[in-house]
């Protein structure tokens, strides 16, 4: 298996060739800003969606007692995951209360009621139509949310007032809906989906005015996000919690495609380094040192761990998840009770694959979609034939890069295969690297080669050099 590195990362700035390092990238590092992305849909009855509006309060709530706390905005977007929040994380039974009383004070207003209508009775809801109808209701969000802040005693005064928005006949919304579908759906399937692009568009073009026509103070700043921004951040973050954190480490099958090397080997100025693999029962594996627990005596604790090679998967189709049977971070009898079960005690209908018998396979197929998007690239990029190695944030925080620079075993790294413009220089020096590493580890079956450009064949092809490295 190939892996690509520039100098600068082999025995520059990172010295990972002397350091025996993989370094694993962060979805936002990766070159494609694509990669990772899924399209999150919405699938719901009466009891799903009023716990969702319930939650947008509640997310709400927070948002508002944490800024008017005097949290900045920077602090306030990475705070706890908010699709892992519920009723249980308020302080005392009087927030509780609290809530109850801003979840009525929304809920049973005729205009949030006519949003419900249209949400319970459409078949699926796509991210652009939900946060249409989140910025309708949302004036009524804050209105009950700081009125009943306001009742006791909680806040003096704010400054923030919603931008009224028109009012929607639940009913008469969901008519105009379908008369749409009736007449366009056969010749353009997207046809609701395009009409609510637009009016996603057409708003947020009203509250970028607003927003950039404000001053830039702070305060200014905050208002601005719950008054206008808050629908957004809502849904946006909502969508990225729902799987942990994921890293990555690219390899590849072959190494003879000189796009490759302009792209990954630093337009052919890198190395290739060719890395042995292990099997594990049908799975190609990689042994790892990784950071895989904590103790308050020794700190994090590492351990060598064999991860596997997935191929990645090519395709331009946008990967589906729905959202409401994607909620696995939630430990499943706070997921029934608060997001699947109403306060009659009666459960959503789409509450199955919670029963005891589908359980194990929901999860299964949960982490499956998982990987899928990590393993996904868009068609363009096909001629990589790229593996990767996935690791996933579950107990161990990876945000900080020490930790996903993963150490391989010195045995595992067969060869070397310098580009056709890799300086003389840098050649030298980790050539004697290599032949330290060797020494140290009673190794004489190192290789080195070198690319060169055949003009008869036209590709790239190897020779090996003939370096003595005992």
């Known amino acids: 298996m190939y892996r690509f590195r520039s100098v600068e990362n082999l025995i520059g700035k990172y010295q990972e060739l002397e350091n025996q390092e993989i370094y694993f990238a962060s979805r936002e590092e ?7 992305v899924c399209e999150v849909i919405w699938v719901g009855d009466e009891i799903l969606w009023t716990n969702f509006l319930k939650h947008y309060i509640l997310i709400l709530q927070y948002s508002v007692e944490m800024l008017i706390l005097g949290a900045t905005m920077p602090e306030m977007k990475k705070s706890t995951s908010i699709v892992e929040m519920t009723d249980v994380n308020l302080p005392n039974e009087n927030f509780k209360m609290l809530f109850k009383g801003m979840v009525n004070d929304f809920l049973y207003t005729p205009d949030v009621q006519s949003i419900l209508e249209v949400l319970k009775n459409r078949r699926r809801v796509g991210r652009n139509e939900l946060l249409y109808y989140l910025r309708l209701i949302h004036p009524n969000a804050i209105e009950a949310v700081i009125d009943t802040l306001k009742k006791n005693g909680l806040i003096d005064s704010t400054n923030i007032s919603p931008i009224k928005t028109s009012k929607v006949d639940g009913r008469e919304f969901l008519e105009y809906i379908k008369r749409i579908e009736e007449k366009y759906i056969t010749e353009h399937p997207n046809v609701i989906e395009e009409v609510f692009n637009g009016f996603s568009m057409l708003m947020k073009s009203q509250i970028d005015s607003i927003k950039y026509n404000s001053s830039s103070s702070e305060v200014v700043y905050r208002n601005n996000f719950i008054v206008s921004e808050f629908p957004e951040y809502f849904i946006t973050k909502l969508e990225s919690e729902l799987y942990p954190n994921w890293y990555v480490a690219c390899f590849m099958t072959e190494n003879k495609n000189s796009a490759v090397w302009g792209h990954y080997g630093d337009s052919h100025k890198g190395v290739c380094l060719k890395f042995k693999m292990d099997t594990e029962g049908e799975d190609k594996v990689l042994s790892l040192e990784t950071t895989n627990g904590y103790s308050s005596k020794d700190g994090y604790m590492k351990k060598k761990v064999n991860h596997k090679f997935h191929k990645v998967n090519y395709s331009n189709e946008n990967f589906k998840i729905e959202f409401f049977k994607s ?30 018998d589908n359980i194990d396979e929901w999860r299964k197929k949960h982490w499956e979609n998982h990987m899928k998007v990590a393993t996904n690239k868009v068609e363009e990029w096909s001629y990589e034939n790229e593996y990767r190695i996935v690791f ?59 690319a060169t450009y055949s003009t008869h064949d036209r590709r790239i092809v190897f020779n090996e050099l003939n370096i003595i490295v005992e």
């Open 327 to 356: 909620l696995s971070k939630i430990p499943q009898p706070q997921l029934e009770r608060y997001w699947f079960c109403n306060e009659s005690g009666c459960f959503s209908c789409f509450s199955d694959h919670l029963l005891k």
């Open 392 to 450: 996933t944030e579950l107990l161990i925080d990876y945000s900080f890069v020490e930790r996903r620079k993963l150490k391989y075993d010195f045995n595992d790294l067969e060869e070397i295969i310098f580009g056709i413009k890799t300086p003389e220089e840098d050649k030298l020096k980790i050539i004697e690297i290599v032949k330290k590493k060797c020494k140290q580890h009673d190794r004489s079956d190192f290789k080195f080669s070198q």
């Open 30 to 36: 990766l070159n494609d800003p694509m990669e990772g």
